[in-house]
């Protein structure tokens, strides 16, 4: 008995510092990730203060879904990495409500900011009068406060097996399926009446309005386009997420035993917090204006290093010059 024993301790030890080993490594990684988070969507809100050209209002969607994925990196991810150190239920609760925040406030954002697009191509005319800046902030509160109670209703049941099953088949109907069948609806028809549009285009007179009219579509398309892969990003993201929770919530008892494999788990829990830092990078580089602020930025950015440069290189010169005329 004692041999065995014995024996078997290295191995549990063993086992015990390969864990601790291969958690610490997913936390490093993790914690990269934040980072990373908060440096691209930090200089989403560097590109608006320095061009403010981007304030307008099909950006404020952008702008305030920065707001909300910054958080993912700033929050979101330290609270993952707290639960895992100290597993307090109040705690996992806290972790829990911020996901479901997270999640909420990306589809929603998206959903918006692809409807406005829709109606500014289905109905240029009317797309200023419709598509106020009043309505836009108006629909921005809407947005946040479904984002932060939505999650926290859940309190009000939390020892209600039933409820919280219902909750869960709820979210990913209204937060996930639904959105996602919407705004790819949306994303076809918009890429139908762009198509249109430019056909009609290429017959117009005046051959200067239609190559206006020809590069306005281009980036409305383009812009599209960002948006139709953020909607990807967070279905690939997010999906595993819900559909997971609703799973537990459903299928599961009490005692039993996860059936995802740990590999999976941590896959999928980077995939969702990779949304975060998808969404900037996508709006950043591929969108027109966002493009073209980040091209005024860098070249900006090189000018006054080189003319740092220059002045230096100048003042080490300027001793040697007047040495020279001495001698």
């Known amino acids: 008995m004692n041999n065995t024993s014995n024996s078997s301790n ?6 015990e510092v390969s864990s601790i080993i291969h958690f610490n490594i997913i936390f490093i990684c993790l914690s990269v990730v934040g980072i990373l988070i908060v440096a691209a969507n930090g200089l989403v809100f560097v590109l608006v203060y320095k061009r403010r050209t981007l304030l307008r209002k099909t950006n404020f969607f952008l702008i305030s879904l920065a707001v909300s994925d910054i958080s993912s990196g700033l929050i979101g ?22 996901n479901k925040f997270l999640g909420i406030s990306t589809i929603l954002h998206l959903l918006s900011a692809t409807i406005e697009r829709y109606i500014k191509v289905l109905a240029p005319l009317h797309y200023r009068r419709l598509v106020t800046k009043k309505r836009i902030v108006m629909v921005l509160a809407g947005i946040w406060m479904i984002s932060l ?34 705004m790819t609806s949306i994303t076809f028809h918009i890429f139908y009446l762009i ?19 020809q590069r306005r579509k281009q980036a409305e398309r ?26 537990s919530d459903y299928v599961l008892k009490e005692d ?16 969702k917090f990779s949304t975060g830092l998808i969404d ?48």
């Not at 039993?256 to 995939?271: K, Q, R, S």
């Open 10 to 15: 290295p191995s549990d030890h063993h086992m």
């Open 77 to 98: 991810i330290p609270l993952i990495i707290l639960c895992n150190t100290y597993p307090y239920e109040s705690l996992i609760k806290t972790m829990d409500i911020c």
């Open 149 to 182: 109670l939505t999650p926290v209703i859940e309190l009000s049941w939390y020892e209600d097996i039933e409820a919280t099953q219902k909750y869960s088949l709820a979210l990913l109907c209204c937060f996930v399926i639904f959105p996602l069948t919407l």
């Open 195 to 213: 198509r249109e549009q430019k056909s009609r285009l290429k017959i117009l007179a005046n051959r200067t309005m239609a190559k206006k009219q």
């Open 222 to 247: 383009r812009a599209v386009m960002v948006y139709s892969a953020m909607s990807i990003s967070f279905a690939i993201g997010w999906f595993p997420y819900f559909l997971s929770a609703l799973f």
């Open 256 to 271: 039993d035993e996860y059936p995802i494999p740990v590999w999976a788990d941590y896959v999928f829990l980077f995939l």
């Open 280 to 327: 900037p990078l996508l709006y950043t580089f591929f969108k027109t204006d966002f493009q073209t602020a980040m091209r005024s930025l860098l070249f900006n950015s090189y000018e006054n290093i080189n003319t740092r440069v220059t002045i230096h290189m100048s003042s080490l010169q300027a001793p040697n010059t007047q040495r020279s005329s001495s001698d």
